[in-house]
């Protein structure tokens, strides 16, 4: 579930909301009572817990405090506002696609880990958080998405997404379910579409927003968006939309899929792992497998986001932040406390192997990730996000295809950094 937008550091015009977990505020200056003053890290609600008590730790251990903040919301647009007030953190949690971005604006540094240490590391997240040949954050979540589907409704997973649609039309024909699919279209406001959650249907029709340079990582130089094989793509997502099946509606949103499933009106729901604590707590009868591709036609590759930890070019401790980083944030008893905290795939292999041994779940969402794609973490995908949610929802409204893609392509290029 991701939004990204434009680093166009001038023209950020936000308020900071920001919630304290430490003692004091994140702009209060370093506390002059430890030698090495006070290592600020900015962390998300759930897992700013998880992160206190090792932070602590190293912290004493290093003659300085640590302070946990969580950064409520537009965390990426907040660091990026307080880095150049002077007020930012040390250390910040986040999406491994905001890297291309923040690299080119100065706003985080490389992580100085050697590469033999990353090969703890799943090859994907391992992949995620490259750019430029280094490595710019330690990850420690792997997210993908993953088709959840109720095993009352449906034994069988379906070995096609052509067959989960006619699974599903028969469902609701015969009055079981009143929606074919819990499938996300629309942004929660239903007014401009989905990329996140659309790309693994795009991909298997033959789309891609991106080429490959080769040594899979995302070429900037080979934009795919109208490329005859991403209309015909499109094509396909159109079959399933408001002028085709009707399987595929603008009304459709991450919300409301979740809650049509959760509450038996649709057999299956495409999301991710955020999702679990919603289904496991409604008590739905699940499964979980990969999203299948069209019949005939190549995979579903879905995005694969890589949750990191990244080290802040203008904080105010560089060096202590580095050591946190490789020592700490690297550890296996942390990343098994983050996965505690909330289940994601952990991107450490040996704590993805602990939480195997407790998540009958986990390996369905491994083999999604090991099949995805990981999502462009270039400064280029800030111009896509815009046009190509406004190319879905044109898709599945059911204007002409061809026309709209070329739109996209256009509008894409038009934004993309000279």
Known sequence: MRKNLALIAAAICLSLSLTACGSGSVFDSASEDAPNGTLVIWADEKRAEALRPFADSFAAAHGARAEIVAVTENQQETFIRASQAGTGPDVMIGAHDWIGNLVLNGFIDPILVLDNKMEDYVDVARRAVMYNGEFYGIPYAVESLVLFRNTELVPEAPATFDELVATGEQLRKAGKVSQAVGYTVSQSDGKSGDTYHMYPLFSSGGGYLFGDDGRGNANPSDLGVGSPSSVAAFEKIAALGEKGKGVLRRSYTSENTAAAFTSGKTPFLVSGPWRLADVRAAG????????????????????????????????????????????????????????????????????????????????????????????????????????????????????????AVATADQAIRAQLPK
């Open 284 to 403: 739905t009868k699940y499964a979980v497998s990969p999203v299948p591709g069209f019949a005939g036609m190549g995979p579903a590759r879905s995005f694969v986001g890589v949750q990191s930890f990244f080290v802040a070019s203008k904080g105010a401790h560089k060096e202590l932040a580095q050591k946190f980083v490789l020592s700490t944030l690297g550890s296996v008893e942390l990343a098994d406390a983050l996965y505690k905290a909330e289940p994601r795939m952990p991107a450490l292999k040996e704590s993805l192997a602990h939480a195997h041994a407790a998540d009958p779940d986990l390996a369905a969402f491994e083999q999604a990730a090991k099949s995805g794609v990981p999502l462009p973490a270039l400064p280029q995908m800030s111009a896509v996000w815009g046009p190509f949610n406004t190319l879905i929802y044109s898709a599945v409204k059911g204007d002409p295809v061809a026309p």
